[in-house]
């Protein structure tokens, strides 16, 4: 088995409303069950807008903190699931189930070892 990570790339910008976000939320959660009930859940979370974000930088053998995303754009990493599954085509399977149910790109990149 290898993990895999499903990353959920959002645009920027403020949530959307609750009445638009249920329906995606309630299928997300359906598709995190199945993972659960299949065995191959690792770990999932959501992550705040880049805005929140302090990048730490080590120069000259002092750390400097910057409040901010480390790039502006139009897009970020808004949520992520690990899979333990048995290769790319599985996790691909999966990433596709998250990306009809969101509607949003989904990234898929296997773990360094």
Excluded: N
Excluded at 85 to 112: H, K, N
């Amino acid at each position: 088995m290898s993990h895999y990570l499903l990353s959920v790339i959002e645009p920027v910008g403020p949530a959307p409303d609750p009445e638009f976000l249920e329906p995606i939320m309630r299928a997300v959660g359906e598709i995190d069950q199945a993972m659960r009930d299949a065995g191959v859940w690792v770990y999932a979370g959501g992550l705040h807008q880049p805005s929140t974000a302090t990048v730490l930088r080590a120069t000259d053998g002092q750390v400097v903190t910057t409040d901010g995303p480390y790039v502006e754009a139009k897009e970020h990493l808004g949520g992520f699931t690990v899979v333990d599954v048995d290769d790319l085509d599985a996790a691909l399977d999966w990433g596709g189930r998250i990306a009809v149910a969101t509607g949003l790109p989904i990234e898929v990149r296997p773990f360094r070892y």
